[in-house]
């Protein structure tokens, strides 16, 4: 099944070999502003983003994931907590981090922001899959704890921590953990990052409304307060 079944906006693909992985008839693809963009395939859904792999191909041609926010979760609250994301993520600069490259609107005005791509797999499978004794796993997780920490240094809680947003990715015979994935990010002080640009007020959770993966909260984080 389709990795991704919305209605993404503007610009129909007419030709089959022109369109991406996870598109389906009747859908449509929103891409960036400026030229230079094409989407290659669908890679996630969540509440509120849809990520595609897709391909910068100006005078920098690289692969990216770009993240769009769905058509009709455009509100207000939304459209704060995506730039909160976009913010959080341009604060940060760390090898085990998925970097933002850069962010702007749609053709239809909805913001986006193009991103690191990480072809790999959740550390978990990874481990499975690659036999790792207790040693290298462990080996393996220090730099996932050393980035979570940079974070931190920043003011800045990921609050999904989880296999699916921890990925492997093997370059030159080398396994790279990326954490990704700050769309519930939150900023522990006023003083720093994520300020809304319209109130200057930090975007907050709602009194009794989970944020998160609960089979891998902390226990304050289930209590409602975190």
């Not at 702007?104 to 797999?121: C, H, I, N």
Request: positive net charge; charged residues 25%.
């Amino acid at each position: 099944s389709d990795v991704c079944s919305s209605d993404l906006g503007s610009h129909p693909f007419s030709k089959p070999e022109k369109r991406p992985e996870g598109w389906r008839p009747g859908a449509r693809l929103e891409v960036p502003r400026r030229p230079g963009w094409m989407l290659a395939k669908c890679i996630g859904e969540g509440g509120f983003g849809i990520v595609w792999r897709a391909e910068q191909t100006g005078d920098v041609r690289r692969e990216v994931a770009l993240k769009v926010i769905k058509p009709g979760m455009d509100s207000r609250e939304i459209i704060a907590r995506f730039e909160a994301e976009r913010q959080a993520l341009a604060m940060m600069n760390h090898p085990h981090i998925a970097q933002m490259l850069e962010g702007g609107s749609t053709l239809l005005g909805r913001p986006y922001f193009a991103m690191e791509y990480v072809p790999g797999e959740p550390i978990t499978e990874y481990v499975r899959n690659n036999n790792l004794s207790l040693r290298q796993r462990l080996q393996l997780f220090i730099p996932v704890c050393r980035a979570v920490h940079h974070a931190h240094t920043k003011f800045i809680l990921h609050r999904d921590l989880k296999p699916s947003n921890i990925l492997v990715k093997v370059q030159d015979g080398k396994a790279t953990p990326k954490v990704i994935d700050f769309g519930i990010a939150k900023a522990l002080t006023s003083d720093h990052a994520m300020l809304r640009a319209d109130t200057g007020a930090l975007p907050v959770t709602q009194v009794g409304y989970v944020m998160g993966t609960p089979q891998y909260m902390s226990p304050e984080q289930a209590n409602l307060n975190a």
